[in-house]
T-cell receptor
Framework: DGGITQSPKYLFRKEGQNVTLSCEQN?????MYWYRQDPGQGLRLIYY???????QKGDIAEGYSVSREKKESFPLTVTSAQKNPTAFYLC????????????FGPGTRLLVL | GESVGLHLPTLSVQEGDNSIINCAYS??????FIWYKQESGKGPQFIID?????DKRQGQRVTVLLNKTVKHLSLQIAATQPGDSAVYFC?????????????FGRGTSLIVHP
């Protein structure tokens, strides 16, 4: 099956802890994205990457970090600097650059203990 | 209907009715539009797209209409079923520094009553 996978489905973070959300795709897509979704809200762009070893900040990058060492993987780290991390995190990928349709993973719900 | 940036509206319909979900976009330079369906606790799923050189596109039970004059997009769902209950998002793609970054509306919640 081709697609995008995210893990874990639920993640709990303690105060002051960094946590990493996994996103993997086997669609051979060049571009990958991370979004944050709060209840009743739209999607806000955290980071995106158009190519391996390159990524750009989105609208709400503060308190987050990413890496793109492999084409199929785009992990997101929520650092202790992110003071309100509780949200639903969605990873997406697209082919042939940012003009094309984005395909989303199932999401990771992050909760703070 | 919804506008990018406004509160989440809700549309309630009876099973078998036709549904129309609206979206107002902000950038006249946007030239690619997508509708997504998001079920509770899941990621958005692609439904249908349209480019700005078209004003109508049909899929299976869904039709997207684009009115560039008033910057308005709509999604029509024929013979709505309970499985259509979800939040529906429109997205517009616009250029930003040479790259196209999609902007998503907050969504419309569709509730289908059996």
């Amino acid at each position: 099956d081709g697609g995008i996978t995210q893990s874990p489905k639920y993640l709990f973070r303690k105060e002051g802890q960094n946590v990493t959300l996994s996103c993997e795709q086997n669609l051979n897509h060049d571009a990958m994205y991370w979004y944050r979704q709060d209840p009743g809200q739209g999607l806000r762009l955290i980071y995106y990457s158009q190519i391996v070893n390159d990524f750009q900040k989105g609208d709400i990058a503060e308190g987050y970090s990413v890496s793109r060492e492999k084409k199929e993987s785009f992990p997101l780290t929520v650092t202790s600097a992110q003071k309100n991390p509780t949200a639903f995190y969605l990873c997406a990928s697209s082919d042939r650059g940012l003009r094309e349709t984005q395909y989303f993973g199932p999401g990771t719900r992050l909760l703070v203990l | 209907g919804e506008s990018v940036g406004l509160h989440l509206p809700t549309l309630s319909v009876q099973e078998g009715d036709n549904s129309i979900i609206n979206c107002a976009y902000s950038n006249s330079a946007s030239d690619y539009f997508i509708w997504y369906k998001q079920e509770s606790g899941k990621g958005p799923q692609f439904i249908i797209d349209i480019r700005s050189n078209m004003d109508k596109r049909q899929g299976q039970r869904v039709t997207v209409l684009l009115n560039k004059t008033v910057k308005h997009l709509s999604l029509q769902i024929a013979a709505t079923q309970p499985g259509d209950s979800a939040v529906y998002f429109c997205a517009e793609n616009m250029a930003s520094g040479g790259s196209y970054i999609p902007t998503f509306g907050r969504g419309t919640s569709l509730i289908v009553h059996p």
